[in-house]
């Protein structure tokens, strides 16, 4: 097992790394990792914590307002373990910006969390540029989790670039279901060769007055490739969504299919807009989006179960966006 | 004693009545059959005992236990140990077997949900740790319903249809929750169509046109099921009580 050595340009001194890293891993109830797990800890501009395990490169520099990290599983390796990231500001206010640039090579095998805390935010801008690489027959499942603050004061904007090489695959989760989400404009698009699969979900619960743009779009450009898009958001307060999901087809038994569903409470409001393109009659895409209140019979059946209606919805909204 | 004594309950909708001053006791820790007619109200005298909405604009008094739950939220009289196992089972995208069966329940215990699996014949190993969502068929779904009115533990549970929907062998698995309930204390009201479970009823209420035209026992109730109750050409003018059974 590779242990890399703490980048000791930081200015940071040990004790309030430390101490820093002890409040991020609190902020996601991760208290300690086992042995043979690895993982990278970023504060602001700073890299805070590296472990990487065999087969996993991990290179990162500050820059001003962020980090460039570049990473590379290598050719034929599997990670047993999940690779966790943990980006974060503690202060209430500051600006992140993480570049990544990652290549899973020839048929390498990995799992990355990345949890994303912003536990005090007032105002904080956390803006990620991605640029991911899944070479032929590898794969990526990639969660990105987000903690924030009960005031929302955060701006999140991740843009994410994704080709998928032959018989590749990349699965990713975008969840942020604790706290308020701020204002929030993601933007992933994903690139499919021949027989590669890309599975792309969201999971958002909104408050107060967030603000959620949405856009996913994966390009089918090789037979039998397939795309999934999936966007499942509960907005309740005063918070407000667009959700654009498109799959374009352009080649022979490619298949793909947009799923969208948004349940809204109070003064929130929705929007969904599934594009489906198909640009081969051998192709074949489908989608659904659905907005509206709590299903009236998922909500009677609870509360003749005896849960309040605010217990009800909670349940019902937990869920649709497990 | 009486579970639940139903007082001149009438619930217009406009100038029709959806029920027609109906009074009627239901008897603590029996199986009651409530039968009828497509359109005589069975459903909706359900509905309207539970409080949901649209059915709560009554005249006349509904007493639970000897307490009126007139003015009581769906929520409110469900936590008094009542509750409606509804026709047609939601789908719950995401939610778990396991948090939807414990959703009701006070005791909030993982033993509590293999009990309720097993009681409705479903293996906790397979279904424990699925969504109550489209994977599942609407007879597993409605096994599922029974299994969380079960680790509720209820006083009076409604069952409309229990029957709709589910396969021949499951129906058994159906009857034996009703009669666990039973065994635990629980009055069942089951809301039918089926002869079949008439016969786990102790006692029933025919329903006309939202007026009880008849109750009796099972065995007097099964005319109706063999065709020699009046036929329902009565709606809005059921034949009552003494020109039945001419």
Redesign the interface.
């Given at each position: 097992m590779a242990e890399a050595a703490i980048d000791t340009k930081t200015p940071i001194q040990s004790a309030e790394r430390d101490e820093l890293i002890a409040e991020l891993l609190d902020s996601i109830k991760q208290h300690h990792y086992g042995p043979g797990v690895a993982h990278i800890e970023i504060h602001g501009n700073e890299v805070l914590g590296v472990k990487l395990v065999d087969g996993l490169e991990v290179v990162s520099h500050s820059i001003p307002d962020g980090v460039e990290v570049d990473i590379r599983v290598k050719k034929g390796v599997t990670i047993q373990n999940p690779v966790h990231f943990c980006f974060g500001i503690i202060p209430d206010n500051g600006v992140q910006r993480i570049i990544t640039r990652t290549v899973i090579e020839e048929g390498a095998r990995a799992q990355f969390m990345a949890h994303c805390t912003f536990p005090n935010a007032v105002n904080v801008q956390h803006i990620m540029d991605a640029k991911v690489i899944i070479e032929k027959g590898a794969y990526l499942s990639y969660l990105e989790r987000h903690v924030h603050g009960p005031k929302g004061g955060v701006t999140i904007v991740p843009k994410t670039e994704v080709r998928v090489e032959e018989n590749g695959r990349y699965n990713t989760e975008f969840e942020l279901i604790e706290g308020a989400a701020g204002a929030i404009d993601l933007d992933y698009k994903a690139t499919c060769a021949k027989g590669a699969v890309v599975d792309m979900k969201a999971r958002i619960y909104g408050r107060l007055e967030d603000r959620i743009h949405i856009r996913e779009a994966v390009y089918l450009e090789g037979e039998e490739s397939v795309g999934v898009l999936t966007s499942?958001i509960a907005l309740k307060e005063k918070a407000q969504a667009i959700v654009e999901n498109e799959v374009i087809a352009s080649a022979p038994l490619a298949r793909g299919h947009v799923d969208c569903?948004e349940i809204i409470q109070g003064e929130a409001q929705a929007r969904a807009i599934p594009i489906v393109q198909v640009k081969d009659h051998r192709a074949h895409v489908t989608h659904e989006a659905a907005i509206g209140s709590v299903?009236?019979?998922?909500l009677?059946?609870?509360?003749?179960?005896?849960?309040?209606?605010d217990q009800?919805t909670d349940?019902?909204i937990?869920?649709?966006?497990? | 004693m009486n579970t639940l004594e139903i007082r001149n309950l009438t619930l217009m909708k406009g100038p029709k009545a959806l029920l027609a001053d109906i009074s009627l006791d239901i008897w603590q820790g029996y199986v009651h059959a409530i039968i009828g007619p497509n359109g005589a109200g069975k459903s909706t005298l359900a509905q309207t005992i539970m409080g949901l909405s649209g059915y709560r604009d009554i005249e006349g008094d509904i007493f639970f236990e000897g307490q009126s739950i007139k003015g009581l939220s769906v929520d409110e009289r469900a936590r008094l140990g009542l509750t409606l196992v509804f026709q047609e089972p939601a789908r719950y995208e995401g939610l778990g077997v396991k948090d939807f069966i414990l959703a009701g329940a006070r005791e909030k215990k993982a033993a509590l949900v293999d009990e309720a699996l097993n009681v409705v014949g479903l293996d906790p190993a397979r279904y424990r740790d699925r969504a109550v969502d489209k994977t599942l068929s609407g007879g597993e779904r409605k096994r599922i319903e029974l299994a969380s009115v079960y680790a509720m533990k209820p006083r009076l549970v409604m069952m409309d249809e229990p029957d709709s929907g589910v396969d021949i062998d499951s129906v058994q698995n159906i009857f034996a929750v009703i009669r666990e309930l039973k065994n635990d204390g629980a009055t069942v009201i089951l809301i039918t169509h089926s002869p079949e479970v008439l016969k786990q009823a102790d006692h029933a209420f025919l329903l006309c046109a939202g007026q009880i035209v008849d109750k009796g026992t099972m065995e007097n109730m099964y005319d109706y099921f063999n065709g020699r109750c009046a036929p329902c050409t009565h709606i809005g003018n059921p034949i009552i009580d003494s020109q039945l059974g001419a």
């Open positions: 499942h569903k299903d009236s019979k998922q009677e059946t609870l509360l003749s179960r005896g849960l309040s209606e009800a349940l019902i937990k869920g649709l966006l497990s | -």
